[in-house]
C-alpha cells in the first residue's frame, strides 16, 4: 500500500470519528441546536446549564461543538431521571430568553424523549434590545390539508417577491406557530405566505387569489398573527350554494331567451331588447361564477372584466325595453345615443384587455387598477340610478294613461316588482361606497363587508332572472304589451287633451244621448263581465269614436275608463252576493263572474269605489 492510499485511509478514518451527531449511539442521548437567533456572533460558544452541573453558564465538559453541517452538538449519556436545563453563551448575562428579552423558564428533559433533541434558541438576554423596532411574523393557523412537513415563505415587495428566498422561511416553533423576524428598517410593506412557489400562494377560503396583505407598524405594531385560509394549490373546485345560484340565474336567463319568442307573436322589438339584457346579465353571471375557480381564472385573468360590462349597460338596455314594452317603437338613433356611454367603456377597458395575463393578474390582486375600477363604478351608479328613475317615471305615466283605455290592470304590472329589485341593487351599491369611503375616514378595513356586499348584489341580480323567467313561463301574457290600436288611442288620448284644455268643458248633446246609451248597453249587456274590454273595443260596440266614448266617461261620470267599467263590475257584485243566500261562490268566485281578472285589482277597485273591504261592506249591511 503506496503512502498516497495511506493518507486517503488516514483521512477516511478521521471524517469518520468526526463528532457527527446526526444518529445518537445505543446509551446516549444528543442536543441539536437547530436555530439561533440571528444576531448570534458567529465565534459564540454555547453551552448546557443544567442541573447536572450545579447550573454551571460556562462548564466545559457541557460546550456545544459545531459540526461539519453548520449545526450545534452535544453528545451525553442517556439518563433515566428527568432534569431540567437551560443554554448560555458563557454567562448568566448571556443566558437564552424569550424573543422579547424576558426571562425564560428552565427547559425539562423527559427520559422519555427521543434520542436527538432538537433545540430552537430564540435570543439572548443581553442581546434581546437587537430586536427592538423589528417586525415579527406569526402563522398561528394552517388550512386543513397543509403538509405536515410544509415549509412556509414570507414573499414581499422587501424581498423583490421571490417566492422561495431562504431569508425569508419561516421557522416553526414548539407551540405549533411559524415565525420570522424581518430585518431592521421596514415600516410598511406587502406581502403574501407561500409554500414555496406561486402555485402554492395563499389564497381565500374558496381557493380565489386575495390581494396583498398589507402590514403597516403604525397600525399593526411590531407583531402580527395571519390565518391562512387556504392554499391555491390544494383548494377544490367545490360549487357552493352561492355559486350555484348565481349559475341557476345564468342558465334561466338563458333559457328565456329562447323561450320569448315562442311564447307569442306580439312585441317583438321589445322581447329583442328584453333578450339582449338577458343575455349580458346571465354572460355576466357566468363570468362571476368563473372568477372562483382558480384555474380558470388564472388562465383568463380579464374574465374579471366582463361583469364590469354590465354597469353602463343594464339601466338603458332597461329602459328601452320598458319602452318598446308601453309606448310606441323607439327610434334607432335614441337607442344608438343611450348607448354612447356603454361604447366609451368598451373603449376605456381596451388597454386593459391588451395587458398581458400576468400584468393584469397583478395589477388587479394588487389593486392598482382600484380607483379606474371604482370611478367607472361610480359613474355606473349615477348613469343606473338615473335610468331607474326615468323608467318608474314612464311606468307610472303609462299606468295613469292606461286607465283611460283598459278595463284591467296591466300585464306589466310586475315591472314594478322588478323596479323594488332594481332599486335594491342600488342600495346595495350605495352603501358599498359610503362603506369604502368610511374605511378611509374611520380608519377600519372595509374590504369584507365590500366583499360580501358584491356577493349579495349579484345574488339579486340574478333573482332578477328568476322573477322574469317565472312571469314568461307561467304566465305568458306578462310580456304582451297593448294591441296596436291601444296605443294609438294613448297617443290620440294625448292630442285630444291637449285640445280640450283649451275647449270648453262640458257634454254635446250628442255627447249626452251617447252618455244615455252607454249606460243602457252596460246593462242590458253585461259591457263589464269582458275582462279585457278596452276602450276601442267599447267604442266599437256603440259605433262611435273613442274620443267621443272617453269624453263621456270622464266629464259625464268624473271618472277614468278603469274605474269607470269597475264601479258596473262592483254593483254587479254586490248584487250577486245579495242573491247567493246559499253561499255557493266565494266572494272571490262572484268579483271572477263580473269581470274582475284577480284578487288585487278587486280588493283595490271595490275598497276605493266603496270605502271598505268587501267584508267591511256586507258585515255593515247585515248591522243595519
Request: with cysteine.
Amino acid at each position: 500500500m503506496n503512502n498516497r492510499t495511506l493518507h486517503l485511509f488516514y483521512l477516511l478514518l478521521i471524517f469518520l470519528n468526526f463528532p457527527s451527531f446526526s444518529n445518537a449511539e445505543n446509551g446516549e442521548m444528543v442536543f441539536k441546536i437547530i436555530e439561533l437567533p440571528e444576531f448570534t456572533p458567529d465565534s459564540a460558544d454555547i453551552y448546557l446549564a443544567s442541573s447536572l452541573n450545579q447550573w454551571s453558564p460556562n462548564d466545559e465538559k457541557y460546550k456545544f461543538k459545531r459540526s461539519h453541517d453548520g449545526y450545534y452538538y452535544l453528545k451525553l449519556p442517556r439518563m433515566d431521571e428527568s432534569f431540567q436545563y437551560k443554554f448560555t453563551r458563557g454567562s448568566w448575562e448571556s443566558v437564552e430568553s424569550t424573543e422579547n428579552g424576558d426571562l425564560k423558564p428552565n427547559r425539562y428533559y423527559d427520559p422519555e424523549s427521543p434520542s436527538m433533541i432538537e433545540i430552537q434558541i430564540y435570543s439572548w438576554q443581553d442581546l434581546a434590545n437587537q430586536m427592538e423596532e423589528r417586525i415579527q411574523l406569526i402563522v398561528t393557523e394552517l388550512p386543513e390539508g397543509t403538509p405536515y412537513d410544509a415549509s412556509l415563505f414570507v414573499v414581499g415587495d422587501f424581498n423583490n417577491w421571490k417566492p422561495l428566498d431562504l431569508e425569508s422561511k419561516m421557522v416553526k416553533h414548539s407551540d405549533g406557530f411559524y415565525y420570522l423576524t424581518l430585518p431592521t428598517g421596514l415600516r410598511k410593506f406587502e406581502y403574501k405566505i407561500t409554500r414555496g412557489s406561486w402555485e402554492s400562494v395563499e389564497g381565500r377560503e374558496n381557493g380565489r387569489a386575495i390581494p396583498n396583505r398589507v402590514y403597516d407598524v403604525a397600525v399593526d405594531g411590531w407583531k402580527k398573527t395571519i390565518k391562512i385560509r387556504s392554499w391555491e394549490d390544494l383548494s377544490g373546485s367545490t360549487t357552493t350554494p352561492y355559486m350555484f345560484l348565481l349559475l341557476l340565474g345564468a342558465f334561466q336567463g338563458l333559457l328565456l331567451i329562447f323561450s320569448i319568442f315562442g311564447i307569442q307573436e306580439n312585441n317583438r322589438r321589445a322581447n329583442v331588447v328584453l333578450a339582449v339584457l338577458i343575455l349580458f346579465t346571465s354572460i355576466a353571471l357566468m363570468s362571476r361564477v368563473a372568477m372562483y375557480y382558480r384555474d380558470i381564472f388564472q388562465m383568463f385573468p380579464k374574465i374579471y372584466l366582463i361583469p364590469e360590462m354590465l354597469l353602463l349597460i343594464y339601466g338603458p338596455l332597461f329602459f328601452i325595453y320598458i319602452k318598446q314594452l308601453t309606448e310606441s317603437e323607439s327610434k334607432s338613433k335614441e337607442i344608438f345615443v343611450r348607448l354612447i356611454p356603454f361604447g366609451i367603456q368598451v373603449l376605456a377597458y381596451l388597454p386593459l384587455f391588451a395587458l398581458s395575463n400576468d400584468q393584469f393578474e397583478y395589477g388587479v390582486l394588487n389593486k392598482h387598477y382600484e380607483v379606474f375600477f371604482n370611478t367607472i363604478g361610480g359613474l355606473g351608479l349615477i348613469f343606473s340610478a338615473y335610468y331607474w328613475w326615468k323608467c318608474k317615471w314612464l311606468l307610472r305615466y303609462q299606468h295613469h294613461h292606461s286607465m283611460n283605455i283598459l278595463s284591467e290592470e296591466r300585464n306589466i304590472n310586475y315591472l314594478n316588482g322588478v323596479m323594488l329589485v332594481y332599486a335594491t341593487c342600488l342600495a346595495i351599491w350605495s352603501l358599498m361606497y359610503v362603506v369604502g369611503i368610511g374605511g378611509v375616514f374611520f380608519d377600519y378595513s372595509p374590504q369584507n363587508i365590500i366583499n360580501m356586499l358584491t356577493d349579495t348584489l349579484w345574488l339579486i341580480i340574478a333573482c332578477i332572472s328568476f322573477i322574469m323567467g317565472y312571469y314568461a313561463m307561467n304566465q305568458p301574457e306578462i310580456l304582451r304589451v297593448a294591441e296596436e290600436e291601444e296605443i294609438k288611442s294613448i297617443v290620440e288620448a294625448k292630442v285630444e287633451e291637449e285640445v280640450e284644455e283649451k275647449a270648453p268643458q262640458g257634454l254635446t248633446e250628442e255627447q249626452l244621448l251617447l252618455k244615455e246609451k252607454l249606460a243602457q248597453e252596460m246593462n242590458e249587456h253585461k259591457l263589464y263581465t269582458n275582462s279585457r274590454l278596452t276602450l276601442p273595443e267599447l267604442a266599437h260596440h256603440l259605433k262611435t269614436s273613442t274620443h267621443d266614448i272617453s269624453k263621456v266617461i270622464n266629464d259625464g261620470y268624473q271618472k277614468n275608463f278603469y274605474d269607470f267599467i269597475n264601479g258596473y263590475r262592483i254593483n254587479a257584485f254586490i248584487e250577486e252576493v245579495n242573491k247567493d243566500t246559499n253561499q255557493e261562490l266565494t266572494y272571490l268566485g262572484h268579483a271572477y263572474n263580473v269581470g274582475f281578472n284577480s284578487k288585487t285589482a278587486f280588493n283595490r277597485a271595490f275598497k276605493k269605489e266603496k270605502k271598505k273591504t268587501p267584508t267591511q261592506f256586507f258585515q255593515q249591511l247585515v248591522s243595519q
